[in-house]
Each structure stands twice: as C-alpha cells, then as structure tokens.
C-alpha cells in the first residue's frame, strides 16, 4: 500500500569520517546508496525526495536544498 506522506533521504553531510559521500557509494546493484533508497522508498511512499546541499546525483530525483552549509537540517534541532 502506498504511503500518503513524504519520505525524505537526508544526504547533505560533510561525510568527514567517512572521507568521501556515502551517498554516491554504489549499492545493492545501483550506481549509489541514494539511487537505491530513492527507488525502494519510491515502492512505499507517493512522494520521495533527497535532501541535499546541492545536485550530485546522476539519476533523476525530487530534491529539497539544505538552507544550512555547515549542518544538517536536523542539526537546528539538537
């Protein structure tokens, strides 16, 4: 059954302990761990989106752009 309320991927991290984006690291058959979450949360929710600083990925996808460039969006929260 598809979900009526949107799912968001938070991938707007500096990635600083991983040194590099854990977002565009391939995965379960798909060219990036983003691609592959966008897809399978696409199967259960009507409206998905990416947040992220800004346009790294090489697939098609609804994104919202992060107003904050040294936290997450979360980070407001803590």
Known sequence: MIQHIPAIIFAGGKSSR???DKALLPFGGYQSLAQYQYNKLKT??????????????????????????????????I
Do not use: C, H, W
Request: proline fraction near 3%.
């Open 18 to 20: 991983m040194g590099r």
């Open 44 to 77: 259960i929710f009507k409206d998905v989106y990416i947040s992220t600083k800004k346009n790294k990925f090489d697939f098609e996808a609804n994104l919202i752009y992060d107003t904050y460039q040294i936290n997450s969006p979360l980070g407001e929260f």
